[in-house]
Protein backbone atom coordinates (compact mmCIF):
# COMPACT_ATOMS: atom_id res chain seq x y z
CA UNK A 1 0.00 0.00 0.00
CA UNK A 2 1.45 3.36 -1.17
CA UNK A 3 1.73 5.70 1.64
CA UNK A 4 2.87 9.80 1.34
CA UNK A 5 3.85 11.28 4.20
CA UNK A 6 4.13 14.98 4.05
CA UNK A 7 6.72 16.99 6.37
CA UNK A 8 7.59 21.21 6.92
CA UNK A 9 4.75 22.82 7.48
CA UNK A 10 3.90 25.76 10.00
CA UNK A 11 3.58 29.61 10.12
CA UNK A 12 5.95 32.18 9.31
CA UNK A 13 6.05 35.86 8.46
CA UNK A 14 5.06 37.55 4.72
CA UNK A 15 8.35 37.36 3.22
CA UNK A 16 9.63 34.22 5.01
CA UNK A 17 10.23 30.60 3.51
CA UNK A 18 9.39 27.40 4.17
CA UNK A 19 10.60 23.77 3.03
CA UNK A 20 7.96 21.16 2.33
CA UNK A 21 9.09 17.53 2.08
CA UNK A 22 6.73 14.36 0.72
CA UNK A 23 8.28 10.68 1.34
CA UNK A 24 6.52 7.67 -0.49
CA UNK A 25 6.97 3.86 1.09
CA UNK A 26 5.03 0.78 -0.50
CA UNK A 27 6.16 1.46 -3.54
CA UNK A 28 9.53 0.58 -5.77
CA UNK A 29 12.13 2.87 -6.91
CA UNK A 30 11.14 2.02 -11.01
CA UNK A 31 7.11 2.90 -10.72
CA UNK A 32 8.08 5.28 -8.47
CA UNK A 33 10.85 7.29 -10.78
CA UNK A 34 8.23 6.92 -13.85
CA UNK A 35 5.42 8.75 -11.43
CA UNK A 36 4.99 12.62 -11.69
CA UNK A 37 4.93 14.49 -8.24
CA UNK A 38 2.59 17.12 -7.77
CA UNK A 39 1.91 19.76 -4.83
CA UNK A 40 -1.27 21.32 -4.38
CA UNK A 41 -2.97 23.67 -1.88
CA UNK A 42 -6.19 23.81 -0.57
CA UNK A 43 -7.39 27.27 1.09
CA UNK A 44 -10.49 27.46 3.15
CA UNK A 45 -13.78 28.04 1.24
CA UNK A 46 -11.56 27.33 -1.87
CA UNK A 47 -11.36 24.57 -4.15
CA UNK A 48 -7.92 22.35 -4.19
CA UNK A 49 -5.53 23.74 -6.86
CA UNK A 50 -2.27 22.85 -8.16
CA UNK A 51 0.83 24.47 -6.85
CA UNK A 52 3.54 22.31 -8.45
CA UNK A 53 4.14 19.52 -10.23
CA UNK A 54 7.94 17.91 -11.56
CA UNK A 55 7.72 15.14 -14.04
CA UNK A 56 9.40 11.43 -14.12
CA UNK A 57 12.04 13.69 -16.29
CA UNK A 58 12.43 15.83 -13.81
CA UNK A 59 10.38 18.67 -15.95
CA UNK A 60 8.51 20.85 -13.91
CA UNK A 61 5.69 23.19 -13.74
CA UNK A 62 4.06 25.94 -11.81
CA UNK A 63 0.52 28.00 -11.00
CA UNK A 64 1.08 30.82 -12.62
CA UNK A 65 1.13 32.66 -8.43
CA UNK A 66 4.03 30.96 -7.33
CA UNK A 67 6.36 30.97 -10.31
CA UNK A 68 9.26 32.91 -9.08
CA UNK A 69 9.05 31.37 -5.41
CA UNK A 70 8.67 28.29 -5.38
CA UNK A 71 10.50 25.72 -6.56
CA UNK A 72 9.81 21.89 -6.85
CA UNK A 73 12.29 19.04 -7.16
CA UNK A 74 12.24 15.44 -6.35
CA UNK A 75 15.08 12.52 -5.23
CA UNK A 76 13.88 9.04 -6.85
CA UNK A 77 16.30 7.34 -4.17
CA UNK A 78 14.95 8.85 -1.43
CA UNK A 79 11.60 8.52 -3.02
CA UNK A 80 10.91 11.75 -2.01
CA UNK A 81 9.85 15.22 -3.18
CA UNK A 82 10.59 18.39 -2.14
CA UNK A 83 8.86 22.04 -2.18
CA UNK A 84 10.93 24.88 -1.31
CA UNK A 85 8.76 28.31 -0.79
CA UNK A 86 10.11 31.80 -0.50
CA UNK A 87 8.82 34.72 -0.57
CA UNK A 88 5.24 33.79 1.31
CA UNK A 89 2.76 35.94 1.14
CA UNK A 90 -0.60 35.48 3.09
CA UNK A 91 -2.27 34.04 0.20
CA UNK A 92 -0.37 30.65 0.11
CA UNK A 93 -1.74 30.18 3.38
CA UNK A 94 -3.20 26.63 2.90
CA UNK A 95 -3.03 22.84 3.44
CA UNK A 96 -0.54 21.24 1.13
CA UNK A 97 -1.13 18.32 -0.37
CA UNK A 98 1.83 16.21 -2.31
CA UNK A 99 0.54 13.53 -4.98
CA UNK A 100 2.05 11.05 -6.81
CA UNK A 101 0.31 9.98 -10.04
CA UNK A 102 0.89 7.95 -13.08
CA UNK A 103 -2.02 7.98 -15.98
CA UNK A 104 -4.33 6.05 -14.46
CA UNK A 105 -2.60 3.23 -12.96
CA UNK A 106 -1.37 5.54 -9.57
CA UNK A 107 -2.55 8.36 -7.81
CA UNK A 108 -1.76 8.58 -4.49
CA UNK A 109 -1.94 11.48 -1.82
CA UNK A 110 -0.21 12.85 1.39
CA UNK A 111 -2.48 13.77 4.45
CA UNK A 112 -1.72 17.46 3.80
CA UNK A 113 0.19 20.02 5.74
CA UNK A 114 -0.45 23.19 7.16
CA UNK A 115 1.14 26.38 6.29
CA UNK A 116 0.13 29.90 7.19
CA UNK A 117 1.56 33.08 6.26
CA UNK A 118 0.85 35.65 9.12
CA UNK A 119 2.44 39.13 10.57
Known amino acids: QVQLVESGGGSVQPGGSLSLSCTASGISFTPLSMSTWGWYRQAPGKQRELVAR???????NYADSVKGRFTISRDNAKKTTYLQMNYLNTEDTAVYYC??????????WGQGTQVTVSS
Open 54 to 60: ITSAHNP
Open 99 to 108: NLARGTVLDH
